[in-house]
């Protein structure tokens, strides 16, 4: 089992571990993780770790086990690597991380802009993608739904997380109206990312800025058709490239 602790502390860039196996290939499995495990749409964080005497591997990623107990870092190819219960330190490379988590929150923001079903996403360093199911007849308009994401950007509503069981859940059915997605049941409990207090309410496991001002300026550099109803709008950091 490892502890997860980007999901209490996404700004934790530094932090010591314990390797509790190695793989085969070469993943590290550790006890704690300040690496954020591939998933949800979201990269796995890349960074370091430092061990021994003054050793240092790159990682380049982390990754869920396959049972999703544990979290294992990726080194990246001919590097020493450290041993079965070797403490080491972890380092996220963090303006990469910091990039993630600024676009991660500002595509929660843009499912509040286009409330419509969404149907996938992707989280990336310059960019990221939500895909829509528009109801027929409807169109996004670019520099409209720009504004109006970037108008929840400036009123830098503070992101919170709560979490709730599956019992709450259950005995809460209106929770379930309020929230765009609809929570995972089973594992026994899920977390909810909060935006102010009812701007936006969603499960969501990845990490996010604490407050929207932090985002800093976006806009949406492209809106696709992929079928019929289906949209994808694409979303970059800073003022469009025209006006910039
Ligand atoms: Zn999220």
Known sequence: MTEAMYLDNPYLDLAEATVTAVGTDGGL?????IF???GGGQPGDSGSIEWGTGFRT?????????????????????????????TI??????????????????????????PYPVTGGQVGIE?????????????????????????LIRADHAVTTEWITDAELAANPTLVKTMKVKPPTGAGRVRLVRI??????????GTH????GEIGEMHIAKI???GRINRRVRLRFGPPAEAA
Not at 196 to 205: A, H, K, N, S, V
Request: aromatic share 6%; hydrophobic share 35%.
């Open 196 to 205: 102010g207090t009812d701007i936006d309410l969603q499960p969501c496991g």
């Open 36 to 38: 954020y495990p591939q």
């Open 58 to 86: 790159n990682i380049k990623n982390a990754i869920y086990s396959s049972d999703r107990s544990s979290i294992l870092l990726v080194p990246e190819e001919n590097q020493d690597l450290p041993e079965f219960g070797q």
């Open 209 to 212: 800025v604490k407050s929207t």
């Open 89 to 114: 330190i972890q380092h996220v490379d963090w303006a990469r991380r910091h990039a993630l988590m600024r676009m991660h929150t500002a595509m929660h923001l843009l499912s509040v802009v286009l």
């Open 29 to 33: 499995y550790v006890d704690r993780s």
């Open 127 to 151: 960019e990221g993608r939500l895909d829509f199911d528009l109801p027929e007849g409807e169109t996004v308009e670019k520099v409209s739904a720009t504004e109006a994401l970037n108008a």
């Open 224 to 226: 696709e058709s992929k």
